[in-house]
T-cell receptor, first 110, second 112 residues
Framework: QKEVEQNSGPLSVPEGAIASLNCTYS??????FFWYRQYSGKSPELIMF????GDKEDGRFTAQLNKASQYVSLLIRDSQPSDSATYLC??????????FGPGTRLSVLP | SQTIHQWPATLVQPVGSPLSLECTVE??????LYWYRQAAGRGLQLLFY??????ISSEVPQNLSASRPQDRQFILSSKKLLLSDSGFYLC???????????FGPGTRLTVL
């Protein structure tokens, strides 16, 4: 059973702080890693994806991947109240389907 | 650009009634299509996926079925709904250079 684990939260951070969201996965053959944001009552929207070990930056978002530790994270710099949402981690092994984590609820306090 | 549509947006159905949810994708051809269900406060559960017309793979045995009558149309059905079928149903397609999945707006189903 391939699993993706995330802390359900809620993770509360003050406005302007860095929010750090973590995800671990069980399938060592996983190759692609995705972060989605889901506002309450809405469908998930893709934030970014990462394939290689290290960091990948996109605006205020940075994804970090460590395949040896089977760990992927998402950093949100200068957090805003509009970032308050549930963040879903998804992991894919080549040719197989996405496996989603349960999501972490982030609350950015004004 | 590609867009994905789902309808209806919300649905309230009695137990034992039939179900038909529709998903269509525009702006792409031969997409991989997926049906997910998200129960309240839970993660995404993959129900079905399709790599082409008439090709359906089921991930979870249940009283739901799926069909793909056209290249860009994916339908989720049930003959008799259960209370446990309530949830947020999401259609998705795989595209982009990185194999990303993109979701439709979803259908919120309440079975009473």
């Amino acid at each position: 059973q391939k699993e993706v684990e995330q802390n359900s939260g809620p993770l509360s951070v003050p406005e302007g702080a860095i929010a750090s969201l973590n995800c671990t996965y069980s399938d060592r053959g996983s190759q692609s890693f995705f972060w989605y944001r889901q506002y309450s009552g809405k469908s998930p929207e893709l934030i970014m994806f990462i394939y290689s070990n290290g960091d990948k930056e996109d605006g205020r978002f940075t994804a970090q991947l460590n395949k040896a530790s089977q760990y992927v994270s998402l950093l949100i710099r200068d957090s805003q109240p509009s970032d308050s949402a549930t963040y879903l981690c998804a992991v894919v092994n080549y040719g197989q389907n996405f496996v989603f984590g349960p999501g972490t609820r982030l609350s950015v306090l004004p | 650009s590609q867009t994905i549509h789902q309808w209806p947006a919300t649905l309230v159905q009695p137990v034992g009634s039939p179900l038909s949810l529709e998903c269509t994708v525009e702006g792409t051809s031969n997409p991989n299509l997926y049906w997910y269900r998200q129960a309240a406060g839970r993660g995404l559960q993959l129900l079905f996926y399709s790599v082409g017309i008439g090709q359906i793979s089921s991930e979870v045995p249940q009283n739901l079925s799926a069909s793909r009558p056209q290249d860009r149309q994916f339908i989720l059905s049930s003959k008799k709904l259960l209370l446990s079928d309530s949830g947020f149903y999401l259609c998705a397609w795989t595209g982009g250079g990185g194999g990303e999945q993109f979701f439709g707006p979803g259908t919120r189903l309440t079975v009473l």
